[in-house]
């Protein structure tokens, strides 16, 4: 994580869970993260698909030049952009795993920006099992003159990364072991693999 601000909110986010996967979406108070609340964002895990915008910070929506309230945060990407960030989605949401982005914004005048974006799991009412809120901030990083002048129009991906808060996956950190009849020998990387979920797991490491 490059940025302050994206620390600041994971750190934040870490100390609510304590050694939960994901804290309660009640638990997050804006006045505990006041300087920070222009760039975070919440998403309600609705489908698959479908992760629409339930709050969005100012600065970030003067970004877009436009409300992203209600609006649909996958359509903000395209192509294989698109299908990388559900994918990660899914993750977050399904296995409580944090994920960054870093991404180049566009404007319609050829003028670029890089960003850097946080997702974390949040438990929401009585549902179990899944995490059907996403606490989320977008940070520019840099301010020029024409941000929230010039409408950020497209977004391309340049890095990603996965983060396993407690330094593996929580559905393998609440079991004690595999079962056996889970596990296949894999002869290309001669180890084992796993399926959970939507994941796939090698048992792998450098040679």
């Known amino acids: 994580m490059k940025l302050a601000a994206t620390r600041r909110i994971y750190d934040y986010w870490s100390r609510l869970r304590g050694d939960q996967p994901a804290p309660e979406r009640r638990d997050i108070e804006p006045s ?5 609340l222009g760039d975070t964002f919440i998403l309600e895990a609705a489908g698959s ?31 294989r952009d698109r299908e990388a960030v559900a994918t990660m989605l899914a993750a977050v949401t399904e296995d409580a ?3 960054v982005f870093g991404f180049k914004g566009s404007t319609e005048t050829g003028k670029s920006l890089n960003f850097e974006l946080l997702l974390l799991p949040l438990r929401f009412g009585e549902q179990t099992g899944t995490y059907s809120r996403v606490l989320g901030t977008c940070t520019p990083v840099e301010q020029p003159y024409w941000l929230g002048i010039q409408p950020i129009m497209t977004q391309e991906i340049v890095s ?12 393998l950190r609440a079991a004690d072991a595999i079962d056996d009849n889970d596990i296949v020998i894999n002869p290309a990387v001669g180890g084992m693999l796993g399926r959970f979920g939507h994941l796939t797991l090698y048992q792998g490491g450098r040679q």
């Open 32 to 36: 505990d993260i006041r300087e920070i």
């Open 49 to 79: 698909q479908t992760y629409p915008f339930r709050l969005a910070g100012t600065r970030m929506c003067a970004a877009f030049c436009r409300e992203l309230k209600e609006r649909e945060f996958l359509r903000l990407w395209q192509g």
């Open 97 to 99: 795993a944090a994920a």
């Open 160 to 171: 990603v990364r996965l983060i396993w808060p407690d330094e593996k996956p929580y559905f």
